[in-house]
T-cell receptor, first 114, second 114 residues
């Protein structure tokens, strides 16, 4: 079945550690890709998006993601995490079927210890 | 510039009652989406609406669930005769063609069915 996979369900890091969260999707053809973050008790916020062009995308708060078409991946990275990055991170894909719905991964809970 | 507003934030219903969830899109947005998040799962698409039109309802359960987005007023997700399995967080998002249909999310409504 077509899907979005986030392999890391829970990640625990110390401050200043580097972060990489995996996201793989199984849709063929053109896709739009997103990472959203949900801080405790808050709404989902858009971190970054990829529609076309440079496969290395920079987002807010020092996050970046790389689209690797051959691997169907869109991994999220941050060189040095902070305690305030503690949140749940969702990868999402718009399969570009003509409709605008997003297909989400199951999310990754990141805990950054001070 | 107000974001996507959802109310209520928390809703408690007994089995068999009706639940009405409301969503006011961001100013200038005419497209609304509803997603459901079950415990330990990612967001699942339910329905996509424009003003007075349902564009894609492929994620809506066939019975008891309905959605509308009238010409005036908020979008409503209505669940009739709720059951315990309807307990979830329901998120609304809105978008605009002028912004590439990037979806901006509300804080969600947490529905608990007793």
């Amino acid at each position: 079945a077509q899907s979005v996979s986030q392999h890391n369900h829970h990640v625990i890091l110390s401050e200043a550690a580097s972060l990489e969260l995996g996201c793989n999707y199984s849709y063929g053809g053109t896709v739009n890709l997103f990472w959203y973050v949900q801080y405790p008790g808050q709404h989902l916020q858009l971190l970054l998006k990829y529609f076309s062009g440079d496969p290395l995308v920079k987002g807010i708060k020092g996050f970046e993601a790389e689209f690797i078409k051959s691997k169907f991946s869109f991994n999220l990275r941050k060189p040095s995490v902070q305690w305030s990055d503690t949140a749940e991170y969702f990868c999402a894909v718009n399969p570009n079927t003509g409709f605008q719905k997003l297909v989400f991964g199951t999310g990754t809970r990141l805990l950054v210890s001070p | 510039n107000a974001g996507v507003m959802q109310n209520p934030r928390h809703l408690v219903r007994r089995r068999g009652q009706e639940a009405r969830l409301r969503c006011s899109p961001m100013k200038g947005h005419s497209h609304v989406y509803w997603y459901r998040q079950l415990p330990e799962e990612g967001l699942k698409f339910m329905v996509y609406l424009q003003k007075e039109n349902i564009i894609d309802e492929s994620g809506m359960p066939k019975e008891r669930f309905s959605a509308e987005f009238p010409k005036e007023g908020p979008s409503i997700l209505r669940i009739q005769q709720v059951v315990r399995g309807d307990s979830a967080a329901y998120f609304c998002a809105s978008s605009s063609p002028a912004q590439g249909h990037i979806q901006y999310f509300g804080a969600g409504t947490r529905l608990s069915v007793l």
